[in-house]
């Protein structure tokens, strides 16, 4: 069982920056892989970005690569979304997920658990 909770979203200009956190309690967090999701209003859920249980593969769309690096700490059980160069249209709830295979996927079926998610607000 992981229960996970995402902290630092925000409004921001774009062209700016935020740093989102996931707080994941259990003992086999590292054993999970991880990833970000988000949904925008009248739209589907999608996938965002991904991590393998050891942090050393990542995955990412294609409409966030090169400004979005997510990143994990096994020893703090936690997993970060650095967002750079932001734009309107990435404005969404963002979710924490925690996915039991291990490689970075961006399958949102694999994914078993989930944050409550967290508001993200580009203002053009």
């Known amino acids: 069982q992981v229960q996970l909770v995402e902290s630092g979203g925000g409004l921001v200009q774009a062209g700016g920056s935020l740093k989102l956190s996931c707080a994941a309690s259990g003992r086999t967090f590292s054993t999970y892989a991880m990833g970000w999701f988000r949904q925008a209003p009248g739209k589907e859920r999608e996938f965002v970005a991904s991590?393998?249980?050891?942090?050393?593969?990542?995955y990412y769309a294609d409409s966030v690569k090169g400004r979005f690096t997510i990143s994990r700490d096994n020893a703090k059980n936690t997993v970060d979304l650095q967002m750079d160069s932001l734009k309107a249209e990435d404005t969404a709830v963002y979710y924490c997920?925690?996915?039991?295979?291990?490689?970075?996927?961006?399958?949102?079926?694999?994914?078993?658990?989930w944050g409550q998610g967290t508001q993200v607000t580009v203002s053009s």
């Open positions: 997920a925690a996915s039991p295979f291990t490689k970075a996927t961006y399958r949102v079926y694999e994914y078993d658990y």
């Open positions: 991590i393998s249980w050891s942090g050393g593969n990542t």
